[in-house]
């Protein structure tokens, strides 16, 4: 038991010891660029946009290449809501490899706001470049928590309303199959009538053939009697 409990404070040990390393203020270097560079970098442009009116900002907006043009964009649609300037907070950067992010926290009356700026090395022209910068809201726990748990009742919401429409075409499909059964038995019926008006013509047209034969007849032996055709009785008929 003591030996578990000493091999979990080491684990916790190692763990706080982890958490604890973080980025050496004295020996960083990113390419030629310090951590006191990448300090003044934020605070002057925070600064800058801070100081620039809503005109000054669309009208620099429009004319910056894309790499500031989201960032502007993004300023000067967050800011007006958010009160009044209260001043700079945190600002930590993060290297990974060839690719640096600094991030500042800028203070406002109403919320704070995360400007972020991503640099990266240029190995054909040996130079730090600019790629990315951008601006959005800081947002609390409860927040976060709150647009998580909205999106995934959205998720669920739609995934339920799609087997709902599943389950109603699913439903529908023996409908169909009696509408298919009553157009088929109507397309029998409009093909046994021709069938049956041949049926009976030929069941009539022997018998017009026959009554015009005993007329024939019954001309013949009048005429041969030297009597009236009226007065022949058909007793019966044998046919052959």
Same mark, same amino acid.
């Given at each position: 038991?003591?030996?578990?409990?000493?091999?979990?404070?080491?684990?916790?040990?190692?763990?706080?010891?982890?958490?604890?390393?973080?980025?050496?203020?004295?020996?960083?270097?990113?390419?030629?660029?310090?951590?006191?560079?990448?300090?003044?970098?934020?605070?002057?442009?925070?600064?800058?946009?801070?100081?620039?009116?809503?005109?000054?900002?669309?009208?620099?907006?429009? @004319?910056?290449?894309?790499?500031?043009?989201? *960032?502007?964009?993004?300023?000067?649609? =967050? /800011?007006?809501? %958010? !009160?009044?300037?209260?001043?700079?907070?945190?600002?930590?950067?993060?290297?990974?490899?060839?690719?640096?992010?600094?991030?500042?926290?800028?203070?406002?009356?109403?919320?704070?706001?995360?400007?972020?700026?991503?640099?990266?090395? @240029?190995?054909?022209?040996?130079?730090?470049? *600019?790629?990315?910068?951008?601006?959005? =809201? /800081?947002?609390? %726990? !409860?927040?976060?928590?709150?647009?998580?748990?909205?999106?995934?009742?959205?998720?669920?919401?739609?995934?339920?309303?799609?087997?709902?429409?599943?389950?109603?075409?699913?439903?529908?499909?023996?409908?169909?199959?009696?509408?298919?059964?009553?157009?088929?038995?109507?397309?029998?019926?409009?093909?046994?009538?021709?069938?049956?008006?041949?049926?009976?013509?030929?069941?009539?047209?022997?018998?017009?053939?026959?009554?015009?034969?005993?007329?024939?007849?019954?001309?013949?032996?009048?005429?041969?009697?030297?009597?009236?055709?009226?007065?022949?009785?058909?007793?019966?008929?044998?046919?052959?």
């Amino acid at each position: 038991m003591k030996k578990k409990i000493s091999l979990m404070l080491c684990l916790i040990m190692m763990v706080l010891g982890l958490s604890a390393c973080g980025i050496d203020k004295e020996t960083f270097d990113f390419y030629g660029l310090s951590y006191s560079d990448c300090e003044m970098i934020m605070s002057q442009n925070v600064e800058q946009l801070t100081a620039m009116s809503a005109e000054d900002l669309a009208y620099v907006g429009a @004319n910056v290449d894309d790499v500031f043009a989201k *960032l502007f964009e993004n300023w000067a649609a =967050l /800011v007006p809501d %958010l !009160g009044a300037y209260q001043g700079m907070g945190e600002f930590s950067l993060d290297q990974a490899q060839d690719t640096l992010t600094l991030e500042q926290i800028v203070k406002y009356e109403k919320r704070e706001l995360c400007m972020t700026f991503v640099f990266e090395y @240029n190995y054909e022209t040996e130079q730090v470049d *600019l790629v990315d910068t951008n601006v959005d =809201l /800081v947002y609390t %726990l !409860g927040e976060k928590m709150e647009k998580a748990a909205l999106n995934t009742l959205m998720g669920m919401g739609t995934v339920f309303v799609v087997l709902i429409l599943i389950s109603l075409i699913i439903y529908c499909f023996r409908f169909i199959s009696v509408i298919q059964d009553k157009m088929s038995g109507k397309g029998k019926a409009v093909e046994a009538a021709p069938a049956e008006a041949a049926a009976e013509a030929v069941e009539t047209a022997p018998l017009t053939d026959d009554l015009e034969l005993v007329a024939v007849i019954s001309a013949a032996i009048a005429a041969s009697e030297g009597t009236s055709a009226d007065s022949f009785v058909v007793r019966s008929i044998h046919r052959r």
